[in-house]
């Protein structure tokens, strides 16, 4: 049996929120629902365990920072950052998000429905089985995948808007996949595109496939569409730059 | 663009053995990590163009047969066109690329430090024997009240109401800096956390994460969080005593870092948790830093992640809006803030930041100082001044100039045997420090080495409480910031007004 605690955010400062929520989770809670969130910041910074937190209303910056296992689930928007240097787990929001979505993220997954900012999944790396996800289903601004060390950045476009400009400066490790074309003016030094394989999709459909059912998608449509695979030019971009004194 | 018609350079360094004295018995061969000695028939040869003048050789001949010289060969002298300039346009002409260099800067210029004077006491005010009176070094790192409440309980006694931040307790003002594991070897790293232990100071672990076998260290360690978050994770920043931000490093201002492929090995790989052989970049700015007032959203996230129950530090570049830095920093939240000189030690730094960029310690430290006076916010923030830390002396003018604590870097390095050659960025160095090659790291026995860097913490804390004990000093709260008990000698009117010292005779 799951064990259900509610917290209401209303009025409270994030440090009381997140001991609320540690507490919570400290004394058992499966599942923790934080209603009348409004903006507070850090939400899940540095939670362990496997718990699973409800966020109804905006979540302020930097959700689930440092985050080692639980999921969260936003019913509403996330400020600048969720997923920031985020280790394990899984985050879900229904709406948009703001810049520097997956900063530095090095494990998990980030699902956001709606778009998302500047610079989403900067920086974002991989090691060993540790392998970042950030799926986004709307579009993504300027700067997607910004210095991306690892991991699978993906942007489905479903509202037939796609933003994304300079994509890929710096990359040198991971994968960025957009539904559709992308045309080579969009690409920043140091990406470049490469048509994705039968073993591609089928490496990436299980995600796309859990990504349609986090959010009441039909994922045929989704797992059957046209993509464009995005990877580094070289996984040392900077190689050629420098001699020794 | 490997054009070529400039042929090879004049030798950096002249090697030579006096045959009469060798023996023939290859301690250069195996010592010389570089390839400067090979033993052909019953000879050994000798490449003095590899050379880095690391000293190796010398140290481990038993017959002090080998002998070095620096720039055997003359340019014709020139007082613009100086040597360095025209070798560093025949590398670029011939690669057409940056030009990274090892260690600080070389630039040639006054040291501030060697011309401030420090006090003694004499009959007006007698000085205080450290044998017989003892003189109190030990710091407090972190936040200090504006102000004390109490409340007095119904017993009468008086109880303390204001909820106190965690600061850090040190007993001598140094701290051991922040080096990478990665830029440095695991046993470097473990020599200095036992030293840390010892001598009751911290040391920092640098941006390349905590390897397994310092974690027995970890309530030594500083962890450091920089803009790549190598290693970073949530466990990392519990394990750590204070967690450090790194912002800006002393000497590189305004670029990142970058880890090559090369010194990423399995263990280094571990510990920065990316992917062996990959190249490691620190891009310039954190990327959830855009502004100043993303800083403290940072700050809180980190303090937020531990609970409240660690200090924050953040390091920044000594540049020259420095005051204004300082100040913006103070406000973010932070606990300490490290101040970086423009004669920092980096692996690895573009010639023209090393050499150009940035402004001095000694005038970062005072400039600070003064800024978080004038803004009410010095209780805010402890200061720590790194960047050429060379000797016990500094220490004391950095404390009088504002400084809280000092960290040392080259300093502990040559404390374990290294010979300031600037190589580091080679990975084959010959004392086990700068470098992941196993037979090399292997050199360097960390139980030796903590004692050396141990022996030299001890040595200077002697000589700070002999300096202060000489001009009447006998706590570190009384010196700290106390300009009095400096005096400029040959300093401009100008830089006396930064650093708010009297000339000599005033």
Not at chain 1, 132 to 160: C, H, K, N, R, W
Not at chain 2, 141 to 147: A, E, I, S, V, Y
Not at chain 2, 188 to 215: D, F, K
Request: proline fraction near 5%.
């Amino acid at each position: 049996m799951t064990k259900q605690v509610t917290i209401d955010a209303k009025g409270v400062h994030y440090t009381p929120l997140n001991q609320q929520i540690r507490k919570a989770l400290e004394d058992g809670a499966d599942e923790v629902v934080v209603n009348n969130v409004l903006g507070q910041r850090f939400i899940g910074d540095g939670l362990h365990g496997d718990a699973t937190i409800r966020v109804n209303g905006v979540a302020g910056g930097d959700l689930a920072m440092f985050m080692s296992g639980p999921t969260i689930i936003v019913h509403g928007n996330a400020e600048h950052a969720p997923g920031n240097t985020m280790d394990s787990g899984k985050v879900v929001i229904h709406g948009s998000a703001g810049d520097a979505v997956a900063h530095s993220m090095r494990g998990g997954k980030v699902f956001v429905r709606g778009d998302i900012g500047y610079r989403g999944g900067i920086h974002m790396k991989q090691y060993e089985t540790q392998r970042p996800i950030l799926v986004v289903g709307g579009s993504a601004q300027t700067f997607l995948g910004e210095y991306m060390a690892g991991g699978l950045l993906v942007v489905l476009g479903l509202d037939g808007v796609m933003k994304a400009r300079e994509i890929g400066s710096g990359i040198h490790g991971g994968e960025i996949v957009i539904r559709g074309d992308v045309d080579d003016a969009c690409l920043a030094a140091g990406a470049k595109k490469v048509p994705l394989t039968d073993e591609d999709r089928t490496r990436i459909a299980p995600v796309l496939r859990e990504f349609a059912d986090d959010f009441g998608l039909d994922p045929e449509p989704i797992v059957n569409a046209n993509y464009t695979r995005i990877v580094p030019a070289s996984a040392r971009p900077f190689a050629g730059k420098y001699t020794w004194e | 663009m490997n054009a070529c018609n400039l042929g090879s350079m004049p030798l950096r360094y002249r090697v030579t053995i006096d045959r009469d004295q060798c023996m023939e018995c290859g301690r250069c061969v195996e010592n010389c990590s570089y390839g400067v000695f090979r033993q052909e028939g019953d000879k050994i040869l000798i490449n003095s163009r590899k050379c880095t003048a690391c000293h190796r050789c010398l140290t481990y001949c038993p017959r002090d047969a080998i002998m070095l010289t620096e720039q055997p060969c003359d340019y014709r002298s020139h007082p613009v066109w100086s040597r360095q300039v025209r070798e560093a346009i025949y590398n670029q002409a011939r690669t057409g690329k940056i030009i990274l260099a090892g260690m600080g800067s070389v630039a040639d210029l006054p040291v501030i430090f060697d011309r401030l004077m420090l006090d003694a006491s004499q009959v007006t005010t007698p000085p205080t024997d450290p044998l017989r009176e003892p003189v109190e070094l030990r710091t407090y790192l972190g936040k200090k009240p504006g102000k004390l409440d109490f409340r007095r309980k119904e017993n009468a006694d008086v109880e303390l109401t204001t909820e106190l931040t965690p600061n850090l307790m040190i007993e001598t003002p140094i701290l051991l800096g922040h080096m990478s594991y990665g830029a440095i070897s695991l046993n470097a790293h473990i020599a200095m956390a036992r030293a840390a232990r010892e001598i009751g100071t911290y040391m920092g672990t640098g941006e390349g994460g905590l390897h397994p076998n310092l974690y027995p260290y970890e309530d030594r360690m500083i962890v450091q969080v920089a803009s790549g978050r190598f290693g970073v994770n949530v466990d990392y920043l519990n394990r750590g005593a204070a967690i450090e931000l790194k912002l800006g490093q002393g000497a590189k201002p305004g670029i990142g870092g970058h880890l090559t492929g090369e010194k990423v090995s399995k263990d280094v790989s571990k510990t920065r948790m990316i992917p062996q052989g990959s190249d490691a970049i620190s891009p310039a700015p954190h990327h959830d830093i855009y502004g100043i007032e993303d800083l403290p959203q940072l700050v809180h996230a980190v303090k937020e992640a531990t609970e409240w129950k660690k200090p924050v530090f953040a390091k920044i570049a000594a540049v020259n809006n420095n005051a204004e830095n300082v100040a913006a920093v103070a406000r973010s939240g932070v606990d300490a803030i490290a101040i970086d000189g423009f004669r920092g030690g980096t692996g690895a730094a573009p010639r023209v930041f090393r050499d150009h960029v940035g402004i001095p310690i000694e005038v970062a430290i005072a400039s600070a100082d003064k800024e978080l006076r004038k803004q009410g916010l010095r209780n805010e923030v402890s200061l720590i001044a790194c960047g050429s830390i060379r000797e016990s002396p500094d220490i004391v003018k950095a404390i009088a100039l504002g400084a809280d604590a000092v960290y040392l870097g080259t300093a502990v390095l040559a404390a374990m045997g290294c010979r300031v050659c600037g190589n580091c960025y080679q990975g084959l160095c010959p004392w086990g420090i700068a470098t992941q090659r196993q037979d090399l790291v292997d050199r360097l026995n960390p139980d030796v080495a903590s004692k050396q860097v141990a022996n030299l913490l001890h040595a200077w804390t002697l000589e700070i409480t002999e300096l202060m004990g000489a001009a009447g000093i006998t706590s570190i709260e009384s010196l700290r910031g106390n300009r009095d008990r400096l005096r400029g000698y040959m300093l401009d009117e100008g830089l006396l007004e930064v650093l708010d010292v009297k000339p000599i005779g005033a």
